[in-house]
C-alpha cells in the first residue's frame, strides 16, 4: 500500500524520467514505418518507466537509468509486436537485401557498394535505394533472428534482470554476441561506421547526422538501412 509522501515520490520520478522516454520514442520512431504513432511508443514507453519503478532495488550493481532503459524499450517493442506494425512485404524485402548482400560478400571477399548490391539484385541503382527505403524499420534486429525460421518474427531485446542472477551460459553467449556486433561494425564500411557510431553512440538523429555528413536525410536512412543489412547478415552466420 503506498503512503502519500510514496506516492508524491513515484509522481516526482515519472516526471524526472518523461524526457527520457519521449527521446528514446522519437530515436526508435525514426526507424519505423510512418504507419507507427509517436504517442503509441510514448504511452508503451511510459508503461515500461513505471514497470521499472516498482520493481528497481539499489544496491544491486546496476543504475536504475540503465535498467530503466531496457524496460521502456522493451515495452515500446512490445507494443510495435502486438500492433502487427511491420508488412510482410517489408519483410521480404529486407530478405532479398540480406541475401544480396550474403552472396555479395562472398563473391567480392568484401562488403559490396550500393552500385554492386544494385547489380547483384538485378535492379537499377535508384531502384536499391528505394529497397532501402522501403526496409526502415526491420532495423530493430534480435538476437532470435539469428536461429529463426523466414518468417519468424522475434526479437532479441528482452527485459534484463537488476539482480545480476542470469545463469553463466546467457552470459557467456551474451558477451560473445557482443563482440561479434562490435566487430561486424568495425568492419562496416568508413561512412556507414559514422552513422552507426553518430545514431547510436552520440544519440544523434538522423537529421543532425545528414547535416554533419553534408547529405539529405535519405541518404542517412539508406545507409543505416544497409549498415543494419550487413550486420545482420554476418550475426546471422556468427549464430550458425
Known amino acids: 500500500m503506498y503512503t502519500r509522501e510514496g506516492t508524491l515520490a513515484r509522481e516526482t520520478n515519472v516526471e524526472q524520467y518523461v524526457p527520457m522516454v519521449r527521446r528514446m520514442a ?6 519505423l514505418p510512418a504507419s507507427v504513432q509517436i504517442e503509441d511508443l510514448m504511452q508503451a514507453g511510459m508503461l515500461g518507466l513505471l514497470d521499472a519503478l516498482g520493481r528497481f532495488e539499489e544496491g544491486l550493481g ?10 521502456i524499450r522493451g515495452a515500446m517493442l512490445d ?37 554492386e548490391m544494385a547489380v547483384e539484385l538485378g535492379v537499377e541503382l535508384i531502384e536499391y535505394q528505394q529497397m532501402l527505403a522501403d526496409a526502415r524499420g526491420v532495423q530493430l534486429f534480435y538476437y532470435e533472428d539469428m536461429d529463426s525460421g523466414e518468417d519468424a518474427d522475434d526479437y532479441l531485446d528482452r527485459h534484463m534482470p537488476a539482480d545480476g542472477a542470469a545463469d553463466p551460459q546467457a552470459k557467456l553467449s551474451d558477451r560473445r554476441f557482443r563482440e561479434a556486433v562490435v566487430n561486424g561494425i568495425e568492419r562496416l564500411p568508413e561512412r556507414e561506421k559514422l552513422v552507426m557510431g553518430m545514431y547510436y553512440e552520440q544519440d544523434m538523429n538522423f537529421k543532425e547526422i545528414a547535416a554533419v555528413l553534408g547529405v539529405t536525410e535519405s541518404r542517412i536512412c539508406q545507409l543505416h538501412s544497409q549498415a543494419v543489412s550487413r550486420l545482420r547478415t554476418r550475426l546471422k552466420e556468427w549464430g550458425r
Open 26 to 31: 522519437h530515436h526508435m520512431v525514426a526507424r
Open 62 to 71: 546496476a543504475q536504475f537509468e540503465t535498467y530503466a532503459t531496457q524496460r
Open 79 to 115: 507494443e510495435l509486436r502486438r500492433g502487427d506494425w511491420l508488412p510482410r512485404s517489408v519483410r521480404q524485402v529486407q530478405r532479398k537485401i540480406e541475401a544480396a548482400m550474403h552472396r555479395g560478400e562472398h563473391k567480392l571477399g568484401r562488403s559490396p557498394t550500393d552500385t
